[in-house]
């Protein structure tokens, strides 16, 4: 079964611009969740999505967006962006069954905004 | 909210010694505690999990303990290779659905 890939794998922008990653979960399972990962301050949960409804979301300014689609792929949006939203990020998706849930990770996307 | 905390966030061993990583939690709620294995340029991997009603688990040379009054747990390497270097991840999640707390990380360098 393929794992969860993520597009673009690499994105250099500029201050001010927004930019959009893809995350295609593994085939079957209906939630993704995404993460921003940087050198200090490690993994961080931005939100979640299941069915096409965000189910959890992180604390993380209002430029970081996300939807899902009816086949579970996931995009995450970034407006204006800072300098210091250059990080990895990272998607992870789950299949939740009789109560227990356990998230796969993508390779991410390096995002480095100049 | 949850906070997980991570020891050491540097770990040097010989190869074929054992490493130990330990990692805190703060919501007496959490329930499942897994450890992500993250290599250089790639995603985390998961490499093993617990819940809250085991106290222990093992797979081959890796190991976690769970002890919930303390609320703590530990990852256990055992005769550890040069494959085991990477940077292990430790989180923490209340049940199903809710998001995954992460530790800051800790990076294991195996020398042969």
């Known amino acids: 079964k393929a794992g969860v890939t993520q597009t673009p794998r690499y994105l250099i922008k500029t201050r001010g611009q927004q930019v959009t990653l893809s995350c295609s979960p593994i085939?079957?399972?209906?939630?993704v969740s995404w993460y921003q990962q940087t050198p200090g301050q490690g993994l961080q949960f931005l939100f979640e999505y299941f069915s096409e409804t965000q189910r959890n979301k992180g604390n993380f300014p209002g430029r970081f967006s996300g939807r899902q689609f009816s086949n579970s792929r996931s995009e995450m949006n970034v407006s204006t962006l800072e300098l210091g939203d250059s990080a990895l990020y990272l998607c992870?998706?789950?299949?939740?069954?009789?109560?227990?849930?356990?998230?796969?990770f993508g390779p991410g996307t390096r995002l480095l905004v100049l | 909210g949850e906070n997980v905390e991570q020891h050491p966030s540097t770990l040097s061993v010989q190869e074929g010694d054992s490493a130990v990583i330990k990692c805190t939690y703060s919501d007496s709620a959490s329930n499942y505690f897994p450890w992500y294995k993250q290599e250089l340029g790639k995603g985390p991997q998961l490499i093993i999990d617990i819940r809250s009603n085991v106290g222990e688990k093992k797979d081959q040379r890796i190991a976690v303990t769970l002890n919930k009054t303390a609320k703590h747990f530990s990852l256990h390497i055992t005769e550890t290779q040069p494959e085991d270097s990477a940077v292990y991840f430790c989180?923490?999640?209340?049940?199903?659905?809710?998001?995954?707390?992460f530790g800051k990380g800790t990076t294991l360098s195996v020398s042969s």
């Open positions: 989180a923490a999640r209340r049940q199903a659905g809710t998001a995954l707390i």
């Open positions: 992870a998706s789950s299949l939740r069954t009789g109560g227990r849930e356990t998230q796969y």
């Open positions: 085939s079957g399972h209906r939630s």
